[in-house]
T-cell receptor, first 113, second 112 residues
Framework: DSGVTQTPKHLITATGQRVTLRCSPR?????VYWYQQSLDQGLQFLIQ???????AKGNILERFSAQQFPDLHSELNLSSLELGDSALYFC????????????FGDGTRLSIL | DAKTTQPNSMESNEEEPVHLPCNHS???????IHWYRQLPSQGPEYVIH???SNVNNRMASLAIAEDRKSSTLILHRATLRDAAVYYC?????????????FGKGTLLTVNP
């Protein structure tokens, strides 16, 4: 158990819809990262937050947005969903200092029908 | 970003040591070497990381070449639970951005 909690575990929705994925980091961790894992692209970094502020952006689409709340949990919002957005979405957390391990949740599997 | 090269797959027998290689010839002086693994249907799991010296923890050992252009993750006694995809990653520690850039990794099969 990594201590990172992601909900829901599975999400099935249709094209054009909007969903919110939630992540609770490990106790004491200030930084949250979102990654997307698809069969063709592998694991890709989307975005990082540290203590409520955005710190880095990766290959995140404009239709996607995220935030980190004062209690440090984070949400990833995906809108105008397309079939290609079907993937596993992982959240990770770390203390936020250089080269400290990231601890991953078990992911949310998003299926777009 | 400095890149890593790993074999696509490796096979081992249970209770034997496993040496997983990684080449990173363009590594910079400040890049750390991280290893993560991903078991089936789970999120990636941190294994070990190091900068210049060899490192040991309860899960594995990390041997880093003197010129730092390659490293080897050592599992001392493989178990069936060690079957996973192993990723060798160089940390991008510029500023406050600590994202991990995952490659394809090495799929380790452990035979009973």
């Amino acid at each position: 158990d990594s201590g990172v909690t992601q909900t829901p575990k599975h999400l099935i929705t249709a094209t054009g819809q909007r969903v919110t994925l939630r992540c609770s980091p490990r106790s004491g961790d200030l930084s949250v990262y979102w990654y997307q894992q698809s069969l063709d692209q592998g694991l890709q970094f989307l975005i990082q937050y540290y203590n409520g502020e955005e710190r880095a952006k990766g290959n995140i689409l404009e239709r996607f947005s995220a935030q980190q709340f004062p209690d440090l949990h984070s949400e990833l919002n995906l809108s105008s969903l397309e079939l290609g957005d079907s993937a596993l979405y992982f959240c990770a957390s770390s203390v936020g200092q250089p080269n400290q391990p990231q601890h991953f949740g078990d992911g949310t599997r998003l299926s777009i029908l | 970003d400095a890149k890593t090269t790993q074999p696509n797959s490796m096979e081992s027998n249970e209770e034997e040591p496993v040496h997983l290689p990684c080449n990173h010839s363009t590594i910079s002086g400040t890049d750390y070497i991280h290893w993560y693994r991903q078991l089936p249907s789970q999120g990636p799991e941190y294994v070990i990381h190091g900068l210049t010296s060899n490192v040991n923890n309860r899960m594995a050992s990390l041997a880093i070449a003197e010129d730092r252009k390659s490293s080897t993750l050592i599992l001392h006694r493989a178990t069936l639970r060690d079957a996973a995809v192993y990723y060798c990653i160089l940390s991008i520690a510029g500023g406050s951005n600590y994202k991990l850039t995952f490659g394809k990794g090495t799929l380790l099969t452990v035979n009973p």
